[in-house]
């Protein structure tokens, strides 16, 4: 299984980007999928979740400024960002998600995540 974030750079508090992450080995169109992230000294959060059939949820602390999506055909998810805050500064990756009692963890082990820094 690989799970390649890509997207991720230096913006200004406010920006925007768009994160793609691709992944392989898996049977993506059946798995639900989702963004974490994790800043300097703190664990890592899920931020974003989408399911098979394109159902999005997410962390109240993106909630209307993020949107994720994806495309079964490219076996890729996406995480837009818009008006960008300091606080969103953080290594983001994507995993395909699996849930126990109402809650999501992560299925596979952690691919290459992609840097987002914000600055003030």
């Known amino acids: 299984v690989q799970l390649q974030a890509s997207g991720g750079g230096l913006v200004q508090a406010g920006g925007s980007l768009r994160l793609s992450c691709a992944a392989s080995?898996?049977?993506?169109?059946?798995?639900?999928m989702g963004w974490y992230r994790q800043a300097p000294g703190k664990q890592r959060e899920l931020v974003a979740t989408i399911t098979s059939n394109g159902s999005a949820n997410y962390a109240n602390s993106v909630m209307g400024r993020f949107t994720i999506s994806r495309d079964n055909a490219k076996d890729t998810v996406y995480l837009q960002m818009n008006s960008l805050e300091a606080e969103d500064t953080a290594v983001y990756y994507c995993?395909?998600?699996?849930?126990?009692?109402?809650?999501?963890?992560?299925?596979?082990?952690w691919g290459q995540g992609t840097l987002v820094t914000v600055s003030s």
């Open positions: 995993n395909a998600l699996t849930s126990y009692s109402g809650t999501y963890y992560p299925k596979y082990g």
């Open positions: 080995g898996i049977i993506f169109s059946n798995n639900y």
